[in-house]
Every structure is written in C-alpha cells, then in structure tokens.
T-cell receptor
C-alpha cells in the first residue's frame, strides 16, 4: 500500500509561470515532509521541508503548503525556470520508539518550456 | 568533502550471483538508508539504519541484507541475484532525527541477466 502518492506522473509549464506539484499521504503519524529534486544520472537533492505543525514554508522561489486535514501537500515553484526541469519526489517521515524512516512518493517529472 | 560515495556505478550480474553494493559517507551522519528506483515506482526503501550496530527493514527488504559495523559504511548485499532486482540503487545519509534531509549518492545501476 503506497503511503505517499504523487498522482501526476508529469507536468509541463511555461517558463515564468507557476509550477504546482502535489502529494497525498495516508499515514496520519507522519511528522515531517520533504521535497527532493532529481536530475538524470544523479542522486536526489533536498529542496525544502515542512513540519506537521506548520501549514506553509517558503524558501526563495519554492513554497510548500501542508493541509493536514486533507493529508495533502503541494510544492509551488514561482517563477518556473528551465533549470527546474527534473523529477520531484515528496517524502514523509515519522519518529516512533526512537526510530524513523522516510517514505517516498513515485515522483512527478516537471518540464519547464522556454 | 566527498559526501555519499557509492561503488560501483554500474554492474551486470547473472542470476544467482552474489554482490555487495558499497556505500560510504564522510559527514558523520547517524542515519543511512538504501533505496531502489524503478520506473513508475518512485524510490522504495529497502533497509535503513539509525546508527552503528542498528538496522531495520524498509518497504522492500526481501532478497537484500545489510550491516552497519561503522558509522561511515552501510553495504547492501544481494545473496542470490534475481532479474527482479534489476534497478538503480541509491544510498542516503543524514543527521539523526526524522526532520533531517538526506544526502544521496549518485546511484548504482544494476542489471541482472
């Protein structure tokens, strides 16, 4: 059972416009949510995160929104740039009994058109 | 500062062969983990470790073994390779705590014939 879901496998956006990537989760015990970006032939790199006690976190062009009641988070990129073209993964984690693990979604491939 | 180093980068195995994928980090990170990436499946957690001497199973642990004898190293062993284990494998590490971002290696592309 997929605990973290990214239902849009791909997304195309015009340069300068907003990109919105979505992520849904099923486990209400998740405490933290993280977004990663992955270019081909490279490992994922961390972008931005949010704690479950917040509903928004912003870092430059990147903003993550969390709706706990809907078990939904989204990553907004404004303005989108061609260099943002990559696969984006959301991940969630929960700490229980001194241990924790990160569960990733299936990813969304973003293409920013020049 | 090398970060997370994975070796080898590419490997082709025959069914039934054994192999160890190496992962080393030089950031003194407590947490290390292994993922596999398959088309349409995202990154799936194989095994993870919250510190030296401690390992635990992730989402897809069958067919894989791990050990964590030092903070720096977290090797992944395939005891008897199967075609279903053809994948790209990523190792990651982070400081302790569920809110810490992970640093990933560049991956090992493994093909099992």
């Amino acid at each position: 059972d997929q605990q973290v879901k990214q239902n849009s496998p791909s997304l195309s956006v015009q340069e300068g416009r907003i990109s919105i990537l979505n992520c849904d989760y099923t486990n209400s015990m998740f405490d933290y949510f993280l977004w990663y970006k992955k270019y081909p032939a490279e490992g994922p790199t961390f972008l931005i995160s949010i704690s479950s006690i917040k509903d928004k976190n912003e870092d430059g062009r990147f903003t993550v929104f969390l709706n706990k009641s809907a078990k939904h988070l989204s990553l907004h990129i404004v303005p989108s740039q061609p260099g943002d073209s990559a696969v984006y993964f959301c991940a969630a984690s929960a700490e229980t009994s001194g241990t924790y693990k990160y569960i990733f979604g299936t990813g969304t491939r973003l293409k920013v058109l020049a | 500062n090398a970060g997370v180093t994975q070796t080898p980068k590419f490997q082709v195995l025959k069914t039934g062969q054994s192999m160890t994928l190496q992962c080393a980090q030089d950031m003194n990170h407590e947490y290390m983990s292994w993922y596999r990436q398959d088309p349409g499946m995202g990154l799936r957690l194989i095994h993870y470790s919250v510190g030296a001497g401690i390992t635990d199973q992730g989402e897809v642990p069958n067919g894989y073994n791990v050990s964590r004898s030092t903070t720096e190293d977290f090797p992944l062993r395939l005891l008897s390779a199967a075609p279903s284990q053809t994948s790209v494998y990523f190792c990651a590490s982070s400081y302790g705590g569920a809110n810490q971002p992970q640093h990933f290696g560049d991956g090992t592309r493994l093909s099992i014939l």
